[in-house]
């Protein structure tokens, strides 16, 4: 087997996760395809990743030739069947709406090789349910990339009860070249990362709307008591509220929990369209 399993990778969604992980294939030596539903979207990942990478060639971590030779590996596409034909590995990275996942991976089905890898990045849909229908069961797995995709090293990777030992190994593999840690959870909702990670989130709203602490305060709490890298409030900002809100509302029905009912705050924040970092004010003005 030759050191890169995926020569050729499909990206479809070139939001901020698709760009992201768009980015990192390339710079792990595949030629990516970074796929969208129109001109418009695609552009805007594509100016994602160089923003990123010039970012990089300021700081000195990244050379203007790499800069370049990683933008020489990726194509866009707005034509999904064109973007998929010959691929070795997809990722799909469209919005977290299990009908939108499950259709395109069933249209997939029928134009991919039998051996292509097909994974999915959803935060916490079931994976049996994202793949319901697709032939070869064997060859889907979740890949859970973390947001900044090109700094964070985690990759979650989710089998189901169908998911074969190649298609780890092969993803670990690859993780490897992607230069992420990969861990391995069985698909059960919100996987590992996210049912902790919002768990953590939505008490934090709640304590802002019980008028615990500013939003800053309890930031700090858990940024110099607990020393993570960033509150769970900020965190909440730059992830959007409005995906956490749909992850809250899917684990609540799915778990049964209380502790993952969404807090009215966070329900009248994204109404008002106060999503965090994308819309310039969340928590926290961007
Ligand atoms: N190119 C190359 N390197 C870069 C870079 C770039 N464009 N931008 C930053 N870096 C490097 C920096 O040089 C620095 O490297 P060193 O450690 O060697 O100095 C490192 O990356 C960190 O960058 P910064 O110092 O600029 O920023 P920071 O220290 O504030 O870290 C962060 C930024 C990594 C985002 C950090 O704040 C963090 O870890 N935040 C938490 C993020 C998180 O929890 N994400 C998960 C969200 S949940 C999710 O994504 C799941 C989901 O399903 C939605």
Redesign the pocket.
Known sequence: MSKIRFHKVAVLGAGTMGAGIAQVCAQAGSAVTLCDINDEFVQRGMQRIRE??Q??VD?G??TEAQREDVLARIAVSTDRAAACAGVDLVVEAVPEKLELKNGIFRELGSVVAADCVLASNT?SLSLQKVFDGVPGQDRCIGW?????V???KLLELVRTAHTSAATIAASQQYAALLQKEPILVKDSPGFA??RL?VCLGLEAIRMVEAGVASPEDIDKAMVLGYGH??GPLK?TD??GLD?RLAIADYLRTELGLEGFAAPELMRTMVAEGKLGKKSGQGFYSW
Do not use: C, D, E, I
């Open positions: 990123f990478l970012k990089g700081k971590k990244t935060s859970h990339f973390f947001n900044p090109p700094l964070m990362s996210s990670g890298p960033m965190l730059l992830v995906v």
